[in-house]
């Protein structure tokens, strides 16, 4: 126990341990108190990428994180190609941290990168050499193929839950401060709270004509499928 506990605070797998450490302090306090804890990190996409057999995927929205955490690029949602997409979009969609919830499939990334350099670097008794490092960058590509492996299955699992939870629930006529401005066909998500709980939905304007970030908004309709709700300022 004594040398897992060095070996895990090595030099070279130190890092990896408190990240490790603080991502498992988050679900536990998720789990405990039901916090949301919500990461802004806005990904400008009007864009297209070659999919499986040629599919082509356009999207003209303003993705926070909370998007990313849940957002799957569907067949449906492919239009005609108008660019392409960059590494950082293509890596987050092919790895599962699109179509997932991002904290989920970013703990399992983690956890398998942690494990790996932890292996390699007891085995070749090298966590406290510069050697150690081979293991610890090498690592990266391998745990992220582990990583899509073990969450992929999981995607039909929260494709239904959130089909049978958020959508079960009727959100017109509820209200919400909107979080980044829209107009037009850009969409971004609005947070409305539902018998005292928080729930993230996908709107955009309902005329598209702008509506200002902060801007106290009404779920005023919804597209025929109940994907994304149009808004509108309250006056």
Do not use: C
């Amino acid at each position: 126990m004594e040398q897992i506990i060095e070996i895990a605070f090595s030099k070279v797998n130190i890092s990896l341990t408190i990240l490790f450490g603080l991502l498992l302090l988050y679900w536990i306090v998720t789990t405990i108190s039901g916090l949301d804890f919500d990461m802004d990190m806005d990904v400008d996409v009007d864009v297209d990428i070659d999919m499986d057999m040629d599919t082509e995927f356009d999207a003209r929205t303003s993705i926070d994180v909370n998007d990313v955490s849940n957002t799957e690029v569907k067949k449906e949602d492919v239009l005609r190609r108008r660019g392409k997409l960059n590494v950082f979009q293509v890596f987050l969609i092919y790895f599962n941290f699109v179509g997932l919830p991002f904290m989920f499939t970013l703990t399992f990334w983690v956890l398998f990168w942690w494990a790996l350099s932890m292996i390699g670097t007891y085995v070749t008794q090298s966590y406290n050499t510069v050697f150690g490092f081979a293991f610890f960058f090498g690592a990266i590509p391998v745990s992220l193929i582990i990583t899509k492996i073990i969450t992929t299955p999981f995607k039909r699992f929260f494709k239904n839950l959130s089909h049978d939870g958020e959508h079960a629930i009727e959100l017109l006529g509820r209200q919400g401060s909107l979080g980044s401005e829209i107009s037009g066909d850009k969409m971004t998500t609005l947070e409305v709270v539902v018998d005292g709980s928080p729930i993230k939905v996908y709107v955009r304007s309902k005329n598209g004509k702008t509506i200002p970030a902060h801007s106290k908004v009404e779920i005023v309709n919804h597209t025929s499928d109940k994907k994304i709700y149009l808004i509108e300022p309250l006056n």
